[in-house]
């Protein structure tokens, strides 16, 4: 398993370094139209698990995504982000504690197109922060990234309050905090250390713009947001009685499985971003 994961991990790096160190636009719109496809159609498996109509809805959400994003993009793309995030804050989040519609019911099938509008809106973020550079795209990404890794570690070491205990056992409040104090450490260092050399990230034209309360407020909320992303993928897919979101990426999981974090966030930093 530690040597398939290695691989895929090696053939993603492989294919993603170079678009996002040459800023190939092209090769991104290519990679980024073929991820929201397999990301849409886990996500209506995940709410119709028994159908077999996933890949054709998929294939049918990819095709206008393609056309409203890459063959003529135009528009507001704010649209998408403050949707987004409007879904989160109202519909998905208090689910973490209401719990989901059965599968078998209307509310479920609204649920469905619901959650795959805010994959639009996570995807729609991706081409925004990316049109913008390939560096800030990343450094949003790098947020939830540091945080995700250092909530394991805190977790390991401290973790004795159970998060969401019903959905994800293994999630606790005490690497929740850590990795959210993380993330405020590594960003103070970078703005302090390296502001000047990396102006153009995320971290930094939020403090250079708002200052450092507002700075550690947005990291803190996105943070959250990353979390409830998290546990929202990982309610989906205990209610549908899967591992992973799907199999498409050998030892990983599936897409959402990589990105669950980032749906929620990617919509908020770049409605964050407009508004600067």
Known sequence: ????????????LAVLLPILYFNN?????VVASVF????????????NPDSNRAALIAAFWTAAFVWAFFVR?????????????????????????????????????????????????????????????????????AIVWAAD??????????????????????KSWEGAIGGCIAVLVIATITVVLWGDVLADTFPVRVQASLGWAALYAVLVLIVAASVVGDLFESQLKRRAGFKDS?????????VLDRVDALVPVLPLAALIGAWL
């Open 73 to 141: 993009p135009g528009g507001a793309p704010t649209f998408w982000f403050a949707i987004s995030v409007l879904l989160w804050a109202l519909r998905f989040a208090p689910s973490l504690k209401l719990g989901l519609p059965p599968l078998a019911s209307s509310g479920n099938t609204f649920l469905s197109l619901v959650y795959a509008i805010a994959v639009v809106g996570c995807f729609a973020a991706i081409v925004t922060l990316f049109s913008h550079s390939s560096l800030y795209l990343l450094s949003v990404m």
């Open 25 to 29: 636009y092209m090769a991104f719109a």
């Open 36 to 47: 929201f496809g397999a990301a849409i159609w886990e996500c209506f498996r995940l709410f």
């Open 1 to 12: 398993m530690l040597k398939t994961r290695i691989i895929t991990a090696l053939v993603l």
């Open 149 to 170: 890794i250092f909530a394991y570690f805190s977790g390991k070491a401290f973790g004795k309050r159970k998060l969401a205990p019903s959905i994800s056992p293994g």
């Open 246 to 254: 799907s199999k498409l990426l050998p030892g990983h999981g599936g």
